[in-house]
């Protein structure tokens, strides 16, 4: 499993990101696909996930009402509004197999097992 990783940049502050992440191959439903991100010196966040059979899409706190997923044809997207500067952060796709529950717990310990690139997103003041 591959995936690639575009749509970083830098905007200033209140604007708007929209990344992509392209899977290789088919995705089957029994995968879970999320976004984490991490700043240079700190552990890896986890910021939203869901399963592509199309469940309940999660989010961090700190990104609620701003960030959202979405999917399309073996895609995941996140679409980053109001930005702040705290979004700084290198931004990762990544995957696993799964129920929900379980790629839940796997997200919040930033804990999937397939990992793309790294996008880096700068936000300023």
């Known amino acids: 499993l591959q995936m690639v990783v575009s749509g970083g940049g830098s905007v200033q502050a209140g604007g708007s990101l929209r990344l992509s992440c392209v899977v290789s191959?088919?995705?089957?439903?029994?995968?879970?696909l999320g976004w984490f991100r991490q700043v240079a010196g700190k552990e890896r966040e986890a910021v939203a996930f869901a399963t592509w059979a199309g469940g309940d899409a999660h989010y961090a706190d700190s990104v609620k009402g701003r960030f959202t997923l979405s999917q399309g044809e073996e895609a995941l997207y996140l679409q980053m509004n109001s930005l702040k500067v705290e979004d700084t952060a290198m931004y990762y796709c990544?995957?696993?197999?799964?129920?929900?529950?379980?790629?839940?717990?796997?997200?919040?310990?930033?804990?999937?097992?397939?990992w793309g690139q790294g996008t880096q997103v700068n936000v300023s003041s």
């Open positions: 191959i088919y995705v089957p439903n029994r995968y879970c």
């Open positions: 990544a995957a696993d197999i799964g129920v929900e529950s379980y790629c839940y717990r796997k997200w919040t310990n930033s804990a999937f097992i397939y």
